[in-house]
Nanobody
């Protein structure tokens, strides 16, 4: 089974930066799309940014120009560079990966454990 390990969250002042990482480990799998979601208290989980296998990216409007998603296929790792952070970016950030296990013909959605990002004003 593929497991995801997230890192890079923390407390930062408004205007600061953080870089999140999500590393996938396991055996006999390949990765399609990778993405970052977030969930603030009392709110629904929302997509922040996604990146396809061909490196095509998409972002929610509120983070465009501030966040950058990237991936290192050799390391099975996704990154989220977050700049100009705002208090409203405060949330638990979750990594999501579409995994194709060897021998299967459909993707599984794998979720990371979440990492807290807190932006103080």
């Amino acid at each position: 089974q593929v497991q995801l390990v997230e890192s890079g969250g923390g407390l930062v002042q408004a205007g600061g930066s953080l870089r999140l990482s999500c590393a996938a480990s396991g055996s006999s799998f390949s990765i399609n799309a990778m993405g970052w979601y977030r969930q603030a208290p009392g709110k629904r989980r929302e997509l922040v940014a996604g990146i396809g296998s061909g490196a095509v990216t998409n972002y929610r409007d509120s983070v465009k120009g501030r966040f950058t998603i990237s991936r290192d296929n050799a390391k099975n790792t996704a990154y989220l560079q977050m700049n100009s952070l705002k208090p409203e970016d405060t949330a638990v950030y979750y990594c999501n990966v579409q995994v194709l296990y060897s021998g299967r013909h459909y993707y599984d959605d794998i979720w990371g454990q979440g990492t807290q990002v807190t932006v103080s004003s």
